[in-house]
């Protein structure tokens, strides 16, 4: 069964340990805790197995990333299920990390086929584009699957032949101290066949790098975050073997008028403080581009937000859209001229303190307060 004791807990080394660090650690650890050393020890065996198994992950770049992603659960799946006998714990770790990461496998192990790697393209749109949606092309360098060898990395002409080394398993095992130790293959790569004569094209990788030139089609309503997924446009698989997926991670650029909340657009109106007291209509425009009539009510409030129904961003891959919020700032006027301000000198002389009840109640209130502390 597979350990549940954390892997890096195991070689007794951090989480941000580089590769020498593991290396002499899984030393040290691994001829301390040696079969050969503690004969008939069940403990030290059991702990043996498990350091091996901690360093076979960790020293692998993907299997590590896998295991600071998922955890033991990136490996669980068929762990001691694979069964050889004795050793059944050295199970192929990359291949129980292949089938949870979607590849495909062939017939009875050998002739494993794996998918090509999934890819990610970041790409920015504004919120205008994010509103209608966009069709655009892009072009990347990606590997494809040689022409000239349909991708199975031989010469045309010419074929292949079972491994030597495997004897057409693609796997070969080794005494390891008490332990029979399976893994793939170093010659065939598990393929349990070799190449002849290697393709000139792609020198028998079966892929080539290429530009390939993209449509993507990004419907309205996208956010950032939002993924849009092209089947088999990722990298192409080895040898013949079917291609991963291209994810666009969309990041959608900050608007100099609307803020975005999900499908809800927010936005600052300065209205002048005539049209706060008396009220009115303005126009303001809307993110389609088309101009929203705004009824602004007398009498209404610095920070007072407004809703306009279906004004707001298209649902994605949904009906309707969301509202337009709209909050007001009055502005108090800054540049007016001799004769506005004798108008409202004018005001001024006639206001009885009941026009502005908030500023008059805050008046009130800190007379009170005030008349409080001096009794
Ligand atoms: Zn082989
Ligand atoms: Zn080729």
Redesign the pocket.
């Known amino acids: 069964m597979s350990t549940e004791i954390d892997y890096y807990e195991l070689l007794e080394v951090e989480r941000t340990a580089d590769d020498k660090v593991l290396k002499s650690a899984y030393r040290k650890l691994a001829m301390r805790y040696h079969p050969d050393k503690n004969p008939g020890c069940g403990d030290s065996e059991a702990r043996f197995k498990q350091i091996n198994e901690a360093y076979d992950c960790l020293k692998d770049p993907q299997k590590r990333a896998a295991y600071d992603r998922y955890g033991h659960a990136a490996f669980q799946q068929g762990m001691g299920g694979g069964g050889g006998q004795g050793g059944g714990d050295f199970g192929d770790i990359g291949d129980i990390f292949e089938s949870i990461f979607g590849s495909a496998f062939g017939g009875g192990g050998r002739q494993q086929q794996r998918r090509g790697a999934d890819l990610r393209y970041d790409m920015e749109v504004s919120l205008d584009e994010a509103f209608r949606g966009k069709s655009t092309e892009i072009t990347i360098e990606v590997s494809q699957s040689c022409e000239p060898c349909g991708g199975s990395g031989a010469q045309p002409g010419t074929g292949k032949r079972g491994?030597s080394?495997?004897g057409g398993h693609?796997k070969v095992r080794a005494q390891q101290g008490f332990f029979v130790v399976e893994r793939t293959?170093p010659?065939?790569h598990g393929r349990?066949e070799v190449i002849e004569k290697p393709c000139r094209s792609c020198g028998g990788e079966g892929r080539v790098d290429k530009p390939q030139t993209l449509q993507v089609d990004i419907p309205p309503g996208v956010d950032s975050g939002t993924r849009i997924r092209l089947s088999g446009k990722g990298e192409a698989g080895p040898f013949g073997s079917p291609p991963g997926d291209l994810y666009i991670f969309l990041h959608v650029k900050r608007h100099r008028v609307f803020e975005r909340d999900g499908t809800t657009l927010v936005t600052k109106v300065p209205i002048t403080f005539t049209t706060a007291a008396l009220g009115g209509s303005i126009e303001i425009p809307g993110i389609d581009g088309e101009a929203i009539e705004l009824e602004i009510p007398a009498g209404i409030q610095s920070g007072k937000q407004l809703r306009k129904r279906g004004e707001g961003m298209p649902v994605l891959q949904g009906r309707g859209r969301g509202d337009l919020v709209i909050e007001i700032a009055v502005e108090t006027p800054t540049k007016l001229s001799a004769r506005q301000k004798e108008i409202l000198r004018e005001l001024q002389a006639t206001e009885t303190g009941d026009e502005c009840p908030q500023s008059k109640g805050f008046f009130d209130r800190i007379k009170d307060a005030w008349t409080d502390l001096t009794e």
């Open positions: 491994c080394m495997c693609g293959c010659t065939c349990g």
